[in-house]
Nanobody, 116 residues
Framework: QVQLVESGGGLVQAGGSLRLSCAASTITFSVMKIGWYRQAPGKQRELVATITPSGTTNYADSVKGRFAISRDNPKKAAYLQMSSLKPEDTAVYYC??????????WGQGAQVTVSS
C-alpha cells in the first residue's frame, strides 16, 4: 500500500501562485507515474498534469503555461507549481501515483481556492 499526502493548498487571489506537494511512503516512488487531478464542486475529476518516471510531462490545455509538475525521486515527492491562478482553478487537487501494471493510489486531496 502506498500512502500519498498532499500539502500546500489554500486561499489565494486571482493571479497568485501556490505550490502543491505530494509526499509518498513507498521506496518504489521513482518507477511510478505521478499525476495531479482536480475536482471542482459539481464536476467530474479531471487530469491536470502528469510526469513519468523519466520526467516526461503532460498538461491539460487549461493549465498549459501556468502550471508546472515536477518530481524529486530521492525525496519521494512530487510538486505542482501553479501560477497565474484563476477562479476556475478552484478545486480539490489530488495526487495520484501509478505503477505500469495500472495499480494506482490516491492522496486525500488539498483544497485550492482562488478568489476573484
Amino acid at each position: 500500500q502506498v500512502q500519498l499526502v498532499e500539502s500546500g493548498g489554500g486561499l489565494v487571489q486571482a493571479g497568485g501562485s501556490l505550490r502543491l506537494s505530494c509526499a509518498a511512503s513507498t521506496i518504489t516512488f521513482s518507477v511510478m507515474k505521478i499525476g495531479w487531478y482536480r475536482q471542482a464542486p459539481g464536476k467530474q475529476r479531471e487530469l491536470v498534469a502528469t510526469i513519468t518516471p523519466s520526467g516526461t510531462t503532460n498538461y491539460a490545455d487549461s493549465v498549459k503555461g501556468r502550471f508546472a509538475i515536477s518530481r524529486d525521486n530521492p525525496k519521494k515527492a512530487a510538486y505542482l507549481q501553479m501560477s497565474s491562478l484563476k477562479p476556475e482553478d478552484t478545486a480539490v487537487y489530488y495526487c495520484n501515483a501509478a505503477y505500469n501494471s495500472g495499480r494506482d493510489f490516491w492522496g486525500q486531496g488539498a483544497q485550492v481556492t482562488v478568489s476573484s
